[in-house]
């Protein structure tokens, strides 16, 4: 009785946080093509790869574009399955998002013939490109993440997405964690980057 009153104790103590949702355009000035998001907020206006994502945040109060709660937040950046949409993942991301986690949902390779090479490196990217969102300063409606972005990430995702973020992963040092649910084969081999991670 003691253990479980205890449990019960710290579970009801845990906070939870209203959810913030932004539309952001990423753009990364190494590659070409991707995906923009129509209104969603643009990162830069330099031409190269469009990174389309959703994000969903712990805010002050719920709703879009509302600023980033008080509190130091790491990132979760999350790939979709084989021709599915970062929506399906409502009950993840909202889950996430309330519990202290900036989430980056990639709007990329959404069709039936996704470039896996391609949604790696978005997966990768976006782990980057949310830390640093802690020090950015233009577009103006991103400052509210400044000093809020705790300089930890994850990579992960579902099916394809899954397969993929064994790719971002792959010899990169700024991920702090990879997680998947029924993690797909790529091209290029996921489980060859396996053994890189």
């Known amino acids: 009785i003691l253990i479980i009153t205890s449990l019960i104790s710290i579970i009801s103590q845990a906070q939870t946080f209203p959810v913030g949702h932004m539309s952001i355009n990423f753009k990364d000035a190494s590659r070409t093509g991707g995906y923009s998001i129509s209104g969603g907020i643009t990162t830069s206006t330099v031409s190269g790869r469009d990174i389309g994502t959703e994000v969903y945040y712990p805010a002050t109060t719920a709703g879009n574009n509302t600023s980033v709660a008080n509190g130091q937040f790491p990132v979760v950046v999350i790939g979709h399955g084989f021709v ?17 986690y900036i989430v980056l949902l990639p709007r990329t390779e959404g ?40 300089q930890k ?45």
């Open 84 to 100: 599915m949409t970062y929506d399906n993942y409502d009950n993840i991301y909202n889950q996430l998002a309330s519990k202290g």
């Open 111 to 150: 069709g039936f013939s996704p470039a896996h090479a391609e949604f790696g490196s978005d997966l990768k990217y976006l782990a980057n490109a949310g830390m640093n969102l802690n020090t950015i300063s233009t577009p103006t409606s991103l400052a509210t993440f400044n000093g809020k972005v705790l």
């Open 153 to 197: 990430s994850a990579i992960g995702g579902h099916s394809m997405g899954a397969g993929s973020s064994y790719l971002g992963a792959a010899s990169n040092s700024s991920i702090t964690c990879l997680f998947n649910f029924a993690a797909a084969t790529t091209n290029p081999s996921s489980i060859s980057s396996a053994s890189l991670i």
